[in-house]
């Protein structure tokens, strides 16, 4: 174990532990004995998996390691095999996973073979005398094979699929922990065995980071079901991770090795802080499935009342991961905004350009996700219920609780001790990068963060945490003194209807119609409308639907899927069961090897 290990070992009991105590509340009710004990031995398998990935030091090794963690996913998506999403969900899964297998026997070959050994010392050897081209080629093979597992845009296809259909255990787990797996690899075998080169890289990392940052928030935005929203933050988050690693490789090539450290913190930090956040909004989405039975937002409503814990969780998840002061989420993108001023500062003007706009999308990404989560907190908790299984919702069970009270109170340390984290991630990024780090200090005392020494430019977590508190113990005095003494109660005024009800509410759709009109370009929404009429000017109903186009399933996979029938068909005619013609399909072959043999 090298610090490296050491630190995704530690994310990968961090979110897997509260997540297995959350799973015996989760599962209870919900199946059989013996499915339970399966599902129990299923998630330890899973985590034992993970845990051989970060730890393996030899390429056979890994890929066997890799193979196991992405089968027993693959049977824990499909868990629920009643269901026939869930089958679905795991054929497309399991398809894109080992497409991205496919690419890293290949990388792993190349390398092996200038190797001639498996073991990752012999291999980094080994990979410091490889020709540039080859070198290239492997780098493009292992993103694709990563990028896969990591759901990076357009490799995403089976993230919104897979993690809605899994248990919301496993899904916190998949989300918080397992695609993490795809960043270690991108670090492992790019950064530390390869070696970063090229600056295109880097160029190339950031491109697709951003690409993934807009494509997630943005089909997240008109998503109303729960879980497949978190999937599609997923999408996004991973982008926001590789923007940190793709700066440090950027900055690496330019041997800006100060800026390269302090990217790739901003990259780690959110990296664990994005387990903590999303793990904890999986499980309070699981919760609320729990309780009502349904994952869709526009029949849900009103459930701060009778589930306040998880809507107190929920909504402290949102914060985070909208990247507001002073949890996890704001600093780590807030490290991550700095890396790409600074960085401004010290490049050409066409890297002032790519630096500036990186960083504009990046504001414009966590504006959206705010707006994201507004809505999701909102249409769910607020006003009143929807439909009958919100107005019957219960809280759920101790153990679920108390798993989803532990990832929330990580939101907080993880925000307000941030010096304490930075300074140990300091050191693991020095060790990925191959610097010393001995005089870059990036906090002062524990309590105040610095990106740069000498600049102007600091932040106190700690001290905005204590702002907060104390601006709210003093809203709070001023209203119970003051704010009960001309109080007068009356009914929402409805335009003139009397006795609103849910039906006059705010809907998830609604919300988001500005935003789908805004990326119109992108979305290519088209409505569905349907009247039935008693007569011709008396309409007895109207229904109304409103959908997004599914641009890179219908442009780009859906293309793939007609090549690959029509090859089918072709091939189906190559085999019409007659013997002698295989037998004349082996004579040719003979004839083409004797060829080859001659000339070569």
Not at 198 to 221: E, K, M, N, Q, R
Not at 524 to 535: A, C, F, G, N, V
């Amino acid at each position: 174990m090298d610090p490296l290990s050491l630190f995704f070992l530690s994310v990968i009991f961090l979110i897997s532990f509260p997540s297995a105590v959350y799973s015996f509340g989760y599962l209870k009710n919900e199946a059989s004995g013996k499915k339970q004990a399966l599902a129990l031995s299923l998630l330890v398998l899973f985590v034992a998996a993970m845990v051989w990935v970060v730890a393996a030091r030899n390429l056979v090794v890994f890929l066997v390691a890799w193979e196991i963690m992405s089968l027993v996913s693959y049977f824990l998506v499909v868990f629920d095999s009643t269901q026939e999403k869930s089958v679905q969900a795991g054929t497309i899964y399991i398809v894109m996973t080992h497409l991205g297998t496919a690419f890293l026997v290949i990388a792993f070959l190349i390398m092996s073979k200038y190797a001639h050994a498996f073991d990752f010392a012999s291999v980094k050897a080994a990979c410091a005398l490889m020709p540039e081209k080859t070198k290239n080629f492997v780098f493009i093979c292992l993103f694709i094979g990563f990028g896969t597992k990591a759901g990076l845009v357009p490799l995403h296809i089976w993230l919104p699929f897979a993690h809605p259909q899994a248990p919301s255990h496993i899904s916190a787990i998949m989300s918080g922990v397992m695609i993490k797996t795809a960043i270690y690899g991108i670090i492992r075998f790019v950064i530390m065995l390869l070696g970063v080169d090229s600056i295109w890289w880097g160029v190339w990392v950031l491109v697709f980071a951003l690409i993934s940052c807009l494509v997630g928030v943005v089909y997240a935005l008109m998503e109303h079901d729960i879980k497949r929203l978190l999937a599609f933050h997923s999408v996004e988050n991973i982008g926001i991770i590789l923007l940190g690693v793709g700066l440090a490789m950027f900055f690496l090539s330019l041997h800006l090795y100060y800026l390269a450290v302090l990217s790739m913190i901003a990259g780690l930090y959110h990296l664990v802080n994005h387990a903590i956040f999303k793990g904890l909004l999986f499980l309070c989405s699981g919760s609320v499935y729990k309780a009502t039975g349904t994952r869709d937002m526009e029949k849900l409503g009103g459930l701060i009342k009778n589930m306040p814990v998880t809507a107190a969780c929920f909504l402290l998840g949102a914060m985070a991961i909208s990247a507001l002061p002073p949890l996890n989420g704001f600093v780590s993108e807030w490290l991550t905004l700095q890396a790409f001023f600074l960085g401004a500062g010290n490049v050409g003007s066409a890297g002032k350009l790519f630096l500036g706009v990186g960083a504009g999308l990046l504001a414009l990404t966590s504006g959206l996700a705010a707006a994201c989560f507004v809505k999701a907190f909102g249409i769910i908790f607020l006003a009143k219920p929807r439909s009958r299984q919100a107005q019957n919702a219960f809280e759920v069970s101790f153990s679920m609780k108390l798993a989803q009270v532990f990832l929330s109170l990580l939101t907080v340390v993880f925000g307000v001790a941030s010096g304490v984290v930075i300074k140990l991630l300091a050191g693991i990024c020095a060790f990925v990068l191959e610097v010393d780090a001995t005089q870059m200090n990036f906090s002062l005392n524990n309590f105040v963060l610095s990106p740069q020494p000498g600049n102007a430019l600091y932040l106190s977590p700690p001290l905005l945490a204590l702002l907060i508190v104390v601006f709210g113990v003093f809203a709070f005095l001023a209203y119970t003194f003051f704010g009960n003494r001309k109080v007068r109660v009356f009914e929402t005024w409805g335009c003139g209807y009397y006795k609103l009800d849910s039906r006059n509410e705010y809907t998830a759709t609604a919300f988001s119609k500005a935003f789908r009109i805004a990326f119109s370009f992108f979305l290519l929404p088209y409505r569905k409308t349907q009247k039935i009429r008693e007569s011709f000017y008396h309409v007895k109903s109207f229904s109304y639907e409103t959908h997004t186009t599914p641009v890179f399933r219908k442009y780009f996979y859906d293309q793939i899927l007609k090549i690959v029938f029509r090859s089918a068909k072709f091939g189906r005619r190559m085999q019409p069961g007659s013997i002698h013609l295989y037998l004349g399909y082996i004579f040719l072959t003979l004839l083409l090897l004797l060829v080859f043999m001659h000339k070569f």
